[in-house]
């Protein structure tokens, strides 16, 4: 795609940064420094039973190369493999393949240690807990249940839902059961992505870490990489305190400056590439991007479509916040998850822009419906945009728009100083 001179605003795209050193080595240090804990092995004997979260082939995590270091620290305590489990915390994804598994955790995990994955409409594998203050049930995994230590172990990348990702999201939405996942998520429809997106101190966050210490999560392993997929950071220890050291270091890898709110904005859903309900995420960096009445672009490939878990999604289409409470409200869609991506999606193509699609996976009937204008490609796209948005409009290209965080001026407060609304 080329665009004019005249009319680049910005390019964004998440900083690189070269690592200290190889992936063990940074999370040997990050295990014998942890935030807010003891460190892992004095925490254990011979006779614990350790459940790990880890999550699942939608995150870029090289748990094959974390894993190692913990685990060897974990024999030294004379901990046998028997007695350490691992649940892939898949939340509301597809099912992963043995091969996606292997590919997640490496050839030889998988041959030694019990491995499961969560999946959130199993209700046999859910047990309560204790319920939230508005009396939601919390129900998790009952494999939390019968550890005595649960371990979390994921990235931290800034995030529409949770504000980052990592630390109790692990346990939820990782390992949860569907009303409590619906609970959080339409909790945080609430608020517009300004006030949730890349503020670590929020109240989806909030909510989130008091489930997981219901659930029992006592210690996290969180990376943070840079644009180029390399681990460049490593944090261990306390679910919170640990998760907000790592935040802070995300953001200042996924943090970049845009001097102003752009006419058009162009966004990549890598690496979010999956499906639609990943690639949204190009869509919520979006929305701290455009100008009000502007156009985002997405591009994407969606090999797997729209959403296989969350089919409500393409029959309903994407609509702005009113209208999803109204579904809400009428029954119309009772999963509170789907409903909650469909205002995030709606609130940036319905309420505040245009949107424009160019996906090879999802046909141009199905990207209308959805609410998208369809494009061949991201040239006609932006010829598309600028019929719009008129000859003279500001582009910004969002790279890496699964995860980029713009900080835009004169967009309302700065993400850094944002409060959590009440």
């Known amino acids: 795609m080329e665009v004019p001179d005249k009319n680049l605003l910005a390019v964004l795209v998440p900083r690189t940064v070269d690592p200290a050193?190889?992936?063990?080595?940074?999370?040997e240090k990050a295990l014998d420094h942890p935030f807010g804990s003891v460190p892992i092995e004095s925490a254990v004997s011979a006779s614990t039973r350790i459940l790990v979260l880890v999550d699942d082939i939608t995150r870029q995590t090289p748990a094959g190369a974390v894993l190692p270091p913990l685990f060897q620290r974990l024999a030294s305590r004379r901990v046998q493999k028997k007695n350490v489990k691992i649940l892939i915390a898949a939340g509301t994804h597809a099912r992963m393949t043995p091969a996606e598994i292997e590919r997640k955790l490496g050839p030889h995990i998988p041959r030694e240690h019990t491995v499961e994955i969560h999946h959130w409409k199993d209700e046999a594998?859910?047990?309560?807990?204790?319920?939230?203050?508005?009396?939601t049930p919390i129900r998790v995994n009952r494999m939390l249940g019968q550890a005595d230590l649960v371990i979390g172990v994921g990235q931290i990348v800034p995030h529409r839902v949770m504000g980052f990702t990592g630390g109790a999201t692990i346990v939820q939405p990782g390992v949860s059961g569907k009303e409590i996942t619906g609970h959080t998520h339409w909790l945080s429809a609430l608020y517009p992505g300004r006030e949730i997106l890349g503020v670590a101190e929020n109240p989806v966050r909030g909510e989130v870490e008091r489930i997981a210490a219901k659930a029992g999560l006592r210690f996290i392993l969180n990376v943070v990489m840079d644009a180029n997929h390399r681990v460049v950071h490593v944090v261990a220890g306390d679910p919170v305190a640990a998760h907000r050291a790592g935040a802070e270091l995300s953001a200042k890898v996924?943090?970049?400056?845009?001097?102003?709110?752009?006419?058009?904005?162009?966004?990549?859903?890598?690496?979010?590439?999956?499906?639609?309900?990943?690639?949204?995420k190009g869509i919520y960096s979006s929305e701290l991007s455009v100008k009000r009445g502007g156009v985002a672009i997405l591009v994407t490939p969606c090999p797997h479509g729209v959403s296989e878990e969350h089919p409500e999604v393409e029959q309903l289409g994407y609509h702005g916040y009113a209208e999803v409470r109204s579904m809400v409200e009428s029954k119309m869609i009772t999963d509170l998850v789907a409903a909650a991506h469909l205002v995030h999606v709606g609130r940036v193509i319905r309420d505040k822009a245009h949107g424009i699609m160019v996906s090879p996976g999802i046909d141009p009937e199905t990207q209308g419906h959805l609410g998208f204008?369809?494009?061949?490609?991201?040239?006609?796209?932006?010829?598309?945009?600028?019929?719009?948005?008129?000859?003279?409009?500001k582009v910004a290209v969002l790279r890496h728009g699964g995860d980029v965080l713009p900080l835009v001026s004169g967009n309302g407060?700065?993400?850094?100083s944002a409060r959590p609304a009440h």
Request: avoid cysteine; hydrophobic fraction near 40%; glycine fraction near 8%.
């Open 21 to 27: 050193g190889p992936v063990s080595n940074l999370t």
């Open 373 to 393: 204008e369809p494009a061949r490609s991201p040239q006609q796209a932006l010829k598309m945009a600028f019929e719009i948005a008129g000859p003279d409009a």
């Open 413 to 416: 407060k700065p993400l850094e």
């Open 125 to 135: 594998n859910l047990e309560a807990i204790g319920s939230t203050a508005d009396g």
């Open 254 to 280: 996924y943090g970049v400056s845009q001097p102003q709110p752009a006419d058009i904005v162009v966004a990549e859903s890598y690496p979010a590439d999956y499906d639609l309900w990943q690639a949204a």
